[in-house]
């Protein structure tokens, strides 16, 4: 344990003398959380809507407004036409037409049935999709506003109930999955240039005289990196939370625990990464190639694993990000807990400790 302690130190000095390191490892992520955050951003916002009002009471002009102030749509420049109102989707004008019938608000005085019209331009699906979901929201809230709580409504209801993420905000729902993905990356490509420093600067022959073994060297290296992972965890999960307003309803013991293990697996593959490359260069560039291309494309934060084609489904076994992601997502969106979560944790505990195992032994090969 002394001679881990010997390297860890090492290490250390290492990253406190290279300022390159330390901007990496604590800058870094938090640009890339925050401009990322940003960017992708699959929101669904602005949507032309031109509503029909022939019930023409406070109630209906009411309704009217709460989905032009939902933040949702906006009207369209010109009005559908009353005894055509498809063409002003045909025309592209606006993506849907709400038709308030008469009788709207002496349904809502009663609480008698009633049933509003929409018609939408499916030619876009996600605006389709986003359309529907937002109209159902905006009117669910406007009954319930009407009402005390908890009161059976058996008029004008809705169906629709949505978990987790009630706004539909794209952020909630990026943000935990980039936290996945700048930690992989960052700490991937912090090892990967520690053995290929020491191959650059000649001091690898130095190391190899003192009396540790190979395992020895590989967790002198990755320790102090596991704390500086972590460091940058909790950074940016506290940038998301108060810059993007992500919610975090489960186990912070919970994540910082499968966080832990995702970030070994993350530096055990750096690791790997510098036994096989010579150059700080070139290990920078393969950390980089294996880690954001494999992690977005094959991890489901974006493209859904079940639409990929068979082999490479598979494929997506082997890449740790596609259980940290539902990890993640399971613990801060919906509070799950290991009962739930416990399948994930194994496969990714395997992973790790397959990526450890690999970085030692092609080390121990190398500087055998």
């Keep these: 344990m002394h001679n881990v302690t010997f390297i860890a130190r090492k290490e250390i000095s290492h990253i406190l003398r290279d300022p390159r390191s330390l901007i990496i490892a604590i800058l870094m992520p938090i640009m890339m959380t925050f401009l990322y955050g940003y960017a992708i951003n699959l929101d669904i916002k602005n949507i032309k809507l031109s509503i029909l009002d022939f019930d023409r009471t406070p109630e209906s002009r009411e309704l009217a407004s709460r989905f032009y102030n939902s933040g949702y749509f906006i009207p369209p420049q010109d009005e559908a036409d009353i005894t055509d109102p498809e063409r002003i989707l045909k025309t592209g004008a606006a993506s849907a037409v709400l038709i308030i019938k008469p009788g709207f608000s002496e349904a809502v005085a009663k609480l008698a049935g009633y049933e509003l019209g929409m018609l939408v331009d499916g030619s876009d699906a996600n605006t389709a999709a986003a359309c529907a979901s937002y109209s159902n929201i905006v009117l669910l809230n406007f009954i319930e506003d009407r009402f005390p709580p908890n009161m059976e409504i058996p008029g004008v209801r809705l169906a629709t109930r949505i978990l987790y993420n009630s706004d539909l905000k794209s952020s909630h729902f990026f943000v935990p999955g980039l936290i996945a993905m700048i930690l992989m990356m960052i700490s991937a490509l912090l090892t990967s240039v520690t053995i290929a ?76 990464i510098s036994t096989l490359v010579a150059t700080q260069q070139l290990a920078m560039m393969l950390a980089q190639l294996i880690t954001v291309l494999p992690s977005v494309m094959l991890s489901g934060y974006i493209f859904e694993i079940k639409n990929m084609p068979q082999a490479m489904q598979y494929l997506t076994y082997i890449i740790p990000a596609r259980y940290f992601i539902l990890i993640i997502r399971g613990v801060m969106l919906k509070g799950s807990d290991l009962t739930v979560l416990w399948v994930e944790g194994i496969f990714l505990v395997a992973l790790s400790a397959i990526l450890l195992f690999a970085a030692s032994k092609n080390f121990k090969l190398k500087i055998g």
């Design 197 to 272: 420093r020491e191959k650059e600067t000649g001091t690898m022959e130095q190391l190899l005289t003192t009396p540790v073994t190979s395992r020895q060297v590989i967790m002198g290296k990755v320790l102090p990196y596991i704390g500086l992972a972590l460091v940058d965890a909790v950074l940016i999960i506290a940038f998301a939370l108060v810059v993007f307003g992500v919610p975090f309803v489960g186990s912070a013991a919970l994540l910082l625990f499968f966080g832990l293990i995702y970030i070994v697996a993350a530096l055990s593959l750096g690791i790997l």
